[in-house]
């Protein structure tokens, strides 16, 4: 996860490959996230027991991680004084990547960029959150997986299930749901941001 982007990050700069002509030739790419989004339906319809005893506690998880996704992003970009144009974009880097650009779009971000912080964000997040499960006192699936659905969206969510698929299924829920929310909230996030 951590290699392939930094080899294509220093072959790009190498050959000296400007941004527009990057996301030009690889647009085709963010189109391909929207069908795997889809396939993590089936390991949640196999827990879906356990997804309609715990939905309560999924639905407030889903709102405040979501909350607080947007709030530490939008702090962190005032404090480094990022344009507004920026702020925007990095706002819904909590968010899977179909939806991301979708709602970057929307509260006017740039969908592209929006998705090159969604790719960091899941890198990261993926790359870090089996040490911050171990650290955290989380000892449920249910806890862990939204840890990773929240933090690290597909990524996450592909990490949990190598943990097991129990985690992994919350982990897709998670994400699913952070999406939908976000893609809802975000003409209210367009109108509090301009």
């Known amino acids: ?3 392939a982007p930094l080899l294509l990050i220093l072959v790009a700069l ?12 690889t647009h085709w790419l963010v189109t391909l996230f929207a069908p795997a989004t889809v ?12 997804i309609r005893r715990y939905w309560p506690l999924l639905a407030v998880g889903v709102v405040v991680g979501s909350i607080t996704a947007i709030g530490s992003s939008w702090m962190l970009s005032s ?15 909590s968010i899977s990547t179909p939806f991301a650009v979708v709602v970057s779009g929307q509260i ?12 960091v964000t899941g890198i990261f997040g993926a790359a ?4 911050v499960l171990a650290w955290l006192p989380l000892r449920s699936a249910l806890a862990g997986g939204a840890l990773f659905g929240m933090g690290a969206h597909a990524f996450g969510a592909a990490k949990a299930h190598r943990i097991n698929s129990e985690l992994g299924s919350i982990a897709g829920l ?10 809802l909230a975000a003409p209210l996030l367009a109108r509090s941001f301009h």
């Open 79 to 93: 404090c480094l004084g990022l344009s507004d144009g920026l702020q925007l974009s990095l706002l819904p880097r």
């Open 128 to 131: 870090i959150g089996e040490c």
């Open 1 to 3: 996860m951590l290699i």
């Open 39 to 50: 396939a993590f339906a089936i390991p949640i319809y196999e827990q879906r027991t356990l």
């Open 108 to 119: 006017g971000g740039t969908p592209s960029l929006t998705a090159v912080f969604v790719l």
């Open 174 to 183: 998670v994400m699913v749901f952070v999406g939908l929310l976000n893609v």
């Open 14 to 25: 190498l050959l000296r490959v400007s941004y527009r002509n990057y996301i030009t030739g």
